[in-house]
């Protein structure tokens, strides 16, 4: 009996062996449980690209202060989203140009920010595809190499769903990004011959071939014109000594069922199925009609007459032959 092996693309995509220009990343784990992932996907890439992170804050970055190839931009910096896209774009350019047109890796910690920025003329749905219309035609700049978002969605009180909002920007992320990469709670392990606290961190990986130049070109009418080309569940095992990615393993179909949410039904305030009496209280009921007790093709309608029925030549039921 030979094992079948299945070859693992989700390491490929993470440090840029598949190319992908615009992948979006979806925070589904509890808050703050994405930091250890965040900075493997920082640590990964800049060994190898000039990169740019665009922070709000979320994260500290101590860990990259000697990183000669890593650029921050702080959010609080620029007084609209506007301003800071123009300057994320213009020194992307400018450091491409410092390094013989090397393409530059950009990141996004808190996509939400772009979309709070909203003015008060404008409505928000137009103003979130404004923004990500903005960031697909960056993605595809030749002095860009890949641009990376973090989207967290916002649930309700009860985790049955996203909210309104929310749910029409992850339709949109849906149609423009090329990869799509949804993060789970992560687990801490300490195993034999594995580093102290070893992060496990699972991913749902959705990724397509090619860019939806469809996107660009036309801003009312969005058409999914690209089939995926692979999905995977796998578990991404995380050094934090080094902040590297160790292994990557296929996801079983017991931690997945294990993550996935229980679906809760809503409450009822009134008792929605009859007790045993109720049943009986209800059968005892005598009905104003009969059933036949053969069926036939000859229909008959048993009539039991009003015991208040005056039997007048006023009442026209009177005259019925039942």
């Not at 992948?23 to 965040?38: I, T």
């Not at 089939?227 to 569940?233: D, I, M, Q």
Request: hydrophobic share 40%.
């Amino acid at each position: 009996m030979t094992a079948t092996i299945h070859k693992i693309h989700t390491g490929d995509l993470l440090t840029d062996k598949i190319s992908s220009r615009f992948v979006c990343l979806l925070d589904k784990c509890a808050p703050g449980s994405l930091e250890a992932f965040w900075r493997c996907i920082l640590v990964e890439h800049s060994h190898r690209r000039p990169c740019i992170v665009v922070t709000s804050g979320l994260y500290s970055y101590d860990y990259l202060i000697n990183c000669s190839s890593l650029t921050l931009v702080n959010t609080d910096d620029f007084d609209s989203a506007t301003e800071l896209l123009d300057h994320i774009s213009a020194l992307a350019s400018s450091k491409s140009a410092e390094n013989r047109g090397q393409g530059i890796y950009i990141f996004v910690e808190f996509l939400s920010w772009l979309f709070l920025d909203c003015p008060s003329v404008c409505e928000f749905k137009f103003w979130s595809q404004r923004i990500l219309n903005r960031l697909f035609h960056l993605s595809t700049q030749a002095y860009v190499q890949r641009l990376l978002l973090a989207f967290r969605p916002l649930s309700d009180l009860k985790e049955s769903g996203p909210v309104a909002g929310t749910s029409e920007l992850l339709k949109l992320l849906e149609r423009c990004a090329i990869s799509h990469i949804c993060c789970g709670t992560p687990t801490y392990k300490d195993h034999l011959g594995d580093p102290v606290g070893m992060v496990v961190q699972p991913l749902e990986l959705w990724h397509r071939r090619a860019l939806q130049w469809e996107f660009v070109q036309s801003k009312e009418n969005f058409s999914l014109s690209n089939k995926p080309a692979f999905t995977e569940h796998v578990l991404a095992h995380i050094d934090p000594a080094t902040w590297t990615f160790m292994k990557f393993l296929p996801c079983s179909d017991q931690s997945r069922e294990k993550e996935t949410p229980e679906v809760r039904l809503p409450e009822n305030s009134f008792a929605m199925n009859l007790s045993e009496s109720e049943k009986m209280a209800r059968d005892a009921v005598p009905l104003p009609y009969t059933p036949a007790a053969n069926a036939s093709n000859n229909f008959s309608i048993s009539y039991q007459p009003d015991c208040f029925d005056d039997l007048d030549d006023e009442d026209p039921d009177d005259d019925l032959d039942m």
